[in-house]
């Protein structure tokens, strides 16, 4: 009987154990399951945005043979003449067949407007070339800049395309003769936001996020690490204290836009700083990373072992030498990671941002931290909703220069925290 009885437990607890292990195999299975469906839509992700961006670092020119007439140069002021007329004239020479006034006007829209600023400036900075005849790249307009790149199906319809019948003619006849190509797009990266999607780029909205991350650095750092010691490290352990750090793990989960309302409140409605500046821009940033880098800080302080700060004051340092000396140089490596996450936090941010005014068009490029600017997220979202089919590889190429700037931000805290990590 008790054989039996023992028999019977072994079994039971040998289906046990298999239903255990079975439990384990689908955790794994699921966890696996959940890892795949979340790379494969990061890699649709990445897949999307580089296959839709990747043809705006590439420009379509087309060659012109520009005669600069003394007729054109009659105002002593070199960057007064008229350059279009000198483009459209070169244009009519290359095409003498087109008569029509809305040809004419379908041929001038082979080449960008931009094309006439081009030849202004080659000619302010080379006066001798006036009166002489040579050669120019400009830029195509942005409809043909989409032929070429195969976005428009000319099987279509002419009344359902950009591209109409005789533009491509003339399209085709310049190829023929090796006067259209595409060359690497400079103009992205050394250029303003602008109307004509072929003459936009990121240069300005770059800087401004530079200038607005310069303040953000400047002021968070500091505040942050500055709070973080003091909490950690002086502050006395009472209802005050406990009530600030409750209110800073709180702050850190605000939503962004809420900043920009009390920055629109504080810094633009009472202080009066202008809006749609790197300036405000910085104060606002501030504000909404200063939780996430004191509660990094304070981590980084509570990482540093007991007994450095006992072998210290052993020998006779103080509490102020204790802490500069012995544990903020410890806890800096960790400071700095989480400095370096929360920009690339604010580097991301655009809610914030709009409501202090950056979401405004501005052409010039910034120079300093109070002129008008806007923000690389911001201008990727007014892109967006602009309904030219350019602007839509703009915009990608835009997502993949901001993700390649969060993704080396990201990867100098791993490095950080891996080479200056202490173990102990």
Same mark, same amino acid.
């Given at each position: $009987?008790?054989?039996?009885?023992?028999?019977?437990?072994?079994?039971n607890h040998t289906k046990l154990l298999r239903r255990r292990?079975?439990?384990?195999q689908r955790f794994k299975r699921l966890g696996v399951s959940?890892?795949?469906?979340?790379?494969?839509?990061?890699?649709?992700?990445?897949? /999307?945005?580089?296959?839709?961006?990747?043809?705006? &670092?590439?420009?379509?020119? +087309?060659? !012109?043979?520009?005669?600069?007439?003394?007729?054109?140069?009659?105002?002593?002021?070199?960057?007064?003449?008229?350059?279009?007329?000198?483009?459209?004239?070169?244009?009519?020479?290359?095409?003498?067949?087109?008569?029509?006034?809305?040809?004419?006007?379908?041929?001038?829209?082979?080449?960008?407007?931009?094309?006439?600023?081009?030849?202004?400036?080659?000619?302010?900075?080379?006066?001798?070339?006036?009166?002489?005849?040579?050669?120019?790249?400009? *830029?195509?307009?942005?409809?043909?800049?989409?032929?070429?790149?195969?976005?428009?199906?000319?099987?279509?319809?002419?009344?359902?395309?950009?591209?109409?019948?005789?533009?491509?003619?003339?399209?085709?006849?310049?190829?023929?003769?090796?006067?259209?190509?595409?060359?690497?797009?400079?103009?992205?990266?050394?250029?303003?936001?602008?109307?004509?999607?072929?003459?936009?780029?990121?240069?300005?909205?770059?800087?401004?996020?530079?200038?607005?991350?310069?303040?953000? !650095?400047?002021?968070?750092?500091?505040?942050?690490?500055?709070?973080?010691?003091?909490?950690?490290? &002086?502050? *006395?352990?009472?209802? +005050?204290?406990?009530?600030?750090?409750?209110?800073?793990?709180?702050?850190?989960?605000? *939503?962004?836009?809420?900043?920009?309302?009390?920055?629109?409140?504080?810094?633009?409605?009472?202080?009066?700083?202008?809006?749609?500046?790197? +300036?405000?821009?910085?104060?606002?940033?501030?504000? $909404?990373?200063?939780?996430? +880098?004191?509660?990094?800080?304070?981590?980084?302080?509570?990482?540093?072992?007991?007994?450095?700060?006992?072998?210290?004051?052993?020998?006779?340092?103080?509490?102020?030498?204790?802490?500069?000396?012995?544990?903020?140089p410890l806890a800096l490596p960790g400071m700095l990671t989480?400095?370096?996450?929360? $920009?690339?936090?604010?580097?991301?941010? /655009?809610?914030?941002?709009? $409501?202090?005014?950056?979401?405004?068009?501005?052409?010039?490029?910034?120079?300093?931290?109070?002129? *008008?600017?806007?923000?690389?997220?911001?201008?990727?979202?007014?892109?967006?909703?602009?309904?030219?089919?350019? &602007?839509?590889?703009?915009?990608?190429?835009?997502?993949?220069?901001?993700?390649?700037?969060?993704? /080396?931000?990201?990867?100098?805290?791993?490095?950080?925290?891996?080479?200056?990590?202490?173990?102990?």
């Amino acid at each position: $009987m008790q054989t039996e009885n023992k028999s019977l437990r072994s079994g039971n607890h040998t289906k046990l154990l298999r239903r255990r292990y079975k439990a384990e195999q689908r955790f794994k299975r699921l966890g696996v399951s959940a890892i795949a469906v979340a790379l494969a839509f990061l890699a649709f992700l990445f897949i /999307t945005i580089i296959g839709n961006g990747y043809t705006a &670092f590439k420009q379509t020119f +087309i060659q !012109l043979e520009v005669n600069l007439e003394k007729k054109y140069f009659t105002n002593p002021d070199l960057s007064q003449a008229d350059y279009g007329g000198i483009i459209k004239s070169s244009l009519r020479n290359m095409f003498p067949d087109v008569s029509s006034r809305g040809d004419k006007k379908m041929l001038y829209d082979l080449v960008s407007k931009g094309a006439a600023f081009k030849l202004m400036d080659k000619v302010v900075a080379d006066p001798k070339l006036i009166s002489t005849r040579f050669k120019l790249w400009v *830029p195509a307009g942005d409809d043909v800049d989409m032929l070429m790149k195969e976005y428009i199906d000319i099987s279509q319809l002419e009344s359902n395309r950009r591209i109409k019948d005789k533009q491509y003619e003339w399209i085709k006849t310049l190829e023929s003769g090796g006067l259209i190509k595409m060359r690497f797009n400079t103009t992205f990266f050394t250029a303003g936001d602008s109307r004509e999607p072929e003459l936009a780029g990121i240069l300005g909205a770059a800087k401004g996020s530079f200038y607005t991350l310069l303040i953000t !650095l400047l002021l968070s750092f500091p505040i942050g690490v500055a709070a973080a010691i003091y909490l950690e490290e &002086f502050a *006395p352990d009472s209802a +005050i204290t406990a009530f600030i750090e409750v209110n800073i793990n709180n702050l850190a989960a605000v *939503p962004s836009i809420i900043f920009g309302l009390l920055g629109l409140a504080i810094f633009i409605n009472f202080w009066g700083i202008p809006r749609s500046t790197p +300036i405000v821009g910085g104060l606002v940033l501030t504000l $909404m990373t200063l939780p996430t +880098i004191i509660i990094a800080a304070r981590a980084s302080i509570k990482s540093v072992p007991p007994s450095i700060r006992e072998a210290a004051l052993g020998v006779g340092a103080s509490k102020v030498q204790t802490v500069f000396h012995h544990v903020l140089p410890l806890a800096l490596p960790g400071m700095l990671t989480g400095t370096i996450i929360g $920009m690339a936090r604010a580097l991301g941010e /655009t809610a914030p941002l709009l $409501m202090i005014g950056m979401v405004a068009f501005i052409a010039d490029i910034p120079g300093s931290l109070t002129d *008008p600017a806007t923000a690389l997220p911001v201008q990727i979202y007014l892109w967006a909703d602009s309904p030219e089919r350019a &602007f839509v590889e703009k915009n990608s190429a835009a997502i993949i220069v901001l993700l390649g700037f969060l993704i /080396t931000m990201n990867a100098a805290a791993v490095f950080m925290r891996n080479k200056f990590e202490m173990k102990w």
